[in-house]
């Protein structure tokens, strides 16, 4: 049986895969192109990140297909519930880059604390001239310890969000509709432990009490979920961070936040026009930037490849 991993897949899955007798294939299709590679080599699943989409039109001609699978959370590049009314496999990998992305959330969070994103590029060019007047520009960073840290979305990785939030000394609100209580362990060395119990509130509340702000959300159907209003609700020298997915924040909203000094900082992985982000937003010196790599640690994509393998192999032999 063949598999097209279109976007790639780690080296632990295709040998998973490959050690059942499975053909799996890496070379990158171009998106116009798949139709008719999937119906040459009656391709009977299809393995995709962000960059590919299985659509309608795409299902419809390939009627080789039996599952359709996702290296990530987010299936919004797939019309999941099209493919599951023609008896089409749907899966994704829910858990295995939650660790991943939240450990991004902080790596946004330190650079703009310290204004990294902008003395990294600052100093290549003038570290040698200007080395007083660029100290005397970051000067003034914060720390993240005592602050309060909002989380919009409490599902697996705004728990890990959590998770190290409450590790580093912070205090944690969240804004969920769909979870009422979360119960976040935190773990230390020598197996010691402690469960904090963390009640959402709502999106307003949140919005006003936070240092921080962190999204975990799927894509907006129905506009923004962070936009003018929401800006005017919170705390002057806030700082925010998207790592969910592009169209969550207004991003000309976003920019007259910074530059009204409103919002401390971004941290942004995902964008509006993605693969194309605008200018504006590629070059503000108030923004931590990232293309899409949240999930892109060598950790995540071994835990991805392994759980579809497994979820593939367990299908088919229940078929």
């Keep these: ?25 890496t070379q990158k299709v171009d998106q116009k192109d798949l139709p008719e590679f999937i119906n040459t080599h009656q391709i009977k699943i299809i393995l995709v990140r962000s960059a590919t989409t299985v659509r309608k039109e795409l299902i ?15 299936m919004d590049n797939i019309d999941v519930e099209y493919a599951r009314e023609k008896g089409i496999h749907v899966i994704n990998t829910p858990s295995a880059s939650s660790e991943s992305v939240a450990e991004l959330v902080f790596a946004h969070l330190f650079s703009g604390a310290r204004f990294l994103q902008d003395s990294n590029r600052k100093m ?7 080395f007083a007047s660029l100290k005397k520009a970051y000067t003034a960073g914060i720390e993240l310890r005592g602050k309060t840290i909002g989380i ?42 402690i469960n904090v119990d963390i009640e959402t509130e709502p999106l307003a509340e949140v919005l006003q009490e936070s240092d921080f702000i962190t999204l975990h959300v799927p894509a907006q159907k129905n506009g923004f979920m962070i936009g003018e209003d929401e800006f005017a609700l919170m705390k002057t020298g806030v700082a925010i961070v998207n790592c969910s997915r592009g ?8 920019l007259q936040a910074l530059d009204s000094g409103k919002v401390r900082f971004a941290g942004l992985d995902v ?24 999930a892109a640690t060598l950790e995540a994509q071994d835990r991805i490849g392994l759980s579809l393998a497994e979820q593939i192999m367990n299908l088919l032999k229940n078929k």
């Design 247 to 254: 169209g969550v924040i207004d991003e000309k909203a976003l």
């Design 271 to 294: 964008f509006i026009n993605e693969p194309t982000p605008d200018n504006q937003i590629l070059n503000h010196p108030k923004i931590s930037l990232t293309p899409h790599t949240g």
């Design 152 to 193: 919009v979305g409490m599902g697996r990785i705004g728990q890990e969000v959590a998770r190290i939030a409450l590790g580093l000394g912070m205090r944690v609100v969240a804004a969920d509709n769909n979870v009422g209580k979360a119960s976040i362990k935190v773990k230390f060395y020598n197996n010691q432990y």
């Design 1 to 25: 049986m063949k598999i097209l991993a279109n976007d790639g897949l780690d080296q632990s899955g295709i040998d998973a895969l490959t050690a059942q007798d499975f053909e799996v294939i």
């Design 124 to 130: 290549p060019l003038k570290g040698n001239t200007e």
């Design 60 to 74: 419809d001609v390939c009627p080789s297909i039996e599952i359709i699978g996702r290296g990530g959370v987010g």
